[in-house]
């Protein structure tokens, strides 16, 4: 399984949503970034992403987006593969 890489803050129901999906897709570890610990780590995020929200996930090398967006790859049923890899 490839390494789960998420940019998050302790307070984000988003990210608590993504969490809880990836943990019940098997995803045993996820590397969680704080980005309201250390705001160079938000620049790095939005410079990395294009964006300012989090969470911000990436399955390998691959930037999945936020939630609705990894929710949204589930749905349509290409979740499952990515993780598989």
Known sequence: MPEV???STAVCPYCVAAERLL???GVKDIKKI????EPALREE???KTGRRTVPQIYI???????????SALDHAGGLDPLLAL
């Open 34 to 37: 704080r980005v309201d610990l």
């Open 23 to 25: 943990l019940s897709k």
């Open 5 to 7: 890489t998420m940019y």
């Open 60 to 70: 390998g090398e691959r930037h999945i987006g936020g939630f609705d967006d990894l």
């Open 45 to 47: 995020m939005m410079t």
